[in-house]
């Protein structure tokens, strides 16, 4: 029998996000659903990529590139390897964490 779960990407897309990385990477670590996690960080001008190791990455994939802006990042994760069906798109803002 084929498993027509659908693959679901969790796609985490800060930039210059170091105030609020740790909390999103939490945040995709513990989400239970079986899915794919990426971090899609757009070249930020400060620690978010650095920062995001540090919190360990377990699970998670982490692409550090410059890119066009935030849809460009959300593409660049949907077309990495492993397709997907659903994406869930986690802003890594204050307000998202309340």
Partial sequence: MVDLTPTIQVIAVPRDGADT?????I???NESYPCERLIID???SDETAN?????GLQGI????EADKGLYDAINKG???PGGT?????LDC???CFV
């Fill in 21 to 25: 990385i740790r909390d999103c990477v």
């Fill in 93 to 95: 803002s204050p307000a």
């Fill in 27 to 29: 945040r995709v670590k």
């Fill in 61 to 64: 994939a982490l692409v550090s």
């Fill in 42 to 44: 757009s070249s930020s």
């Fill in 78 to 80: 949907i077309t990495l």
């Fill in 85 to 89: 069906s659903q994406v869930l798109h």
């Fill in 51 to 55: 920062l995001s190791q540090e919190c």
